[in-house]
């Protein structure tokens, strides 16, 4: 008995009904071939030591990736999990004071040009929100407060880690410089830095 073409299932979803037609040959030996493809693959790339068909594996591609990133993190300041040293020449505190009070990083806004604080705080005293040392301010200038309303660096531009790292070593530059009519402490949150 030869199958018959456009036979009407006697299932709907939804009023929709469909045919039992079998697929076309050609749709058929594609998505076979999608599958022979996909193991082949897996075992060739994934599996194998030393692929038989391209460069490299992807342990191999990994491990080099790995060794580039390191190079390119050779000598940069900031290096994750290592305490950060803040920089005392004059022009790198002329740089950050310079992206402190620049228009594309606009940290004076909430800080004031004196860093005496307006809606954000006080960033010459020892009292302080979220720690006060370089590492520690690294993180906070990289990483923002979006729940207080500052972004990841003041204003979301993405500075460089030689950038963040002026930023902060002009802002501790400033400890102790004693602003005019700073904004108040707030005992409830802010605590002494040590």
């Known amino acids: 008995m030869t199958p018959t073409r456009d036979e009407l299932l006697n299932h709907d979803a939804d009023g929709?009904?469909?045919?039992?037609?079998?697929?076309?040959?050609?749709?058929?030996?594609?998505?076979?071939?999608?599958?022979?493809?996909?193991v082949a693959y897996v075992?060739?790339?994934h599996l194998l030591p030393t692929p038989l068909v391209g460069k490299a594996g992807a342990v191999a591609e990994y491990n080099a990736d790995v060794a580039e990133a390191a190079r390119l993190t050779k000598n940069r300041p900031v290096r994750h999990?290592?305490?950060?040293v803040p920089l005392t020449d004059r022009a790198s505190l002329d740089k950050g004071r310079a992206i402190f009070e620049g228009?594309?990083?606009?940290?004076?806004?909430?800080?004031?040009?004196?860093?005496?604080?307006?809606?954000?705080?006080?960033?010459?005293?020892?009292?302080?929100l979220h720690?006060?040392?370089?590492?520690?301010?690294?993180?906070?200038?990289?990483?923002?407060f979006p729940q207080k309303g500052m972004l990841p660096f003041g204003t979301g531009k993405t500075?460089?880690?030689?950038?963040?790292?002026q930023v902060v070593s002009y802002v501790l530059s400033k400890h102790g410089s004693n602003p005019v009519n700073p904004k108040p402490i707030d005992p409830a949150r802010d605590q002494v830095c040590k």
């Open 16 to 38: 929709i009904r469909e045919f039992d037609n079998a697929l076309p040959r050609w749709w058929l030996y594609g998505f076979y071939f999608t599958i022979l493809f996909a």
């Open 81 to 84: 999990g290592a305490a950060v």
């Open 103 to 128: 228009p594309d990083n606009t940290c004076f806004a909430c800080h004031r040009p004196d860093l005496g604080g307006l809606v954000g705080p006080n960033l010459t005293d020892d009292y302080w």
């Open 43 to 45: 075992i060739n790339y």
């Open 131 to 144: 720690g006060c040392t370089a590492t520690e301010l690294v993180h906070n200038v990289s990483t923002g």
């Open 159 to 165: 500075l460089s880690d030689e950038q963040v790292l």
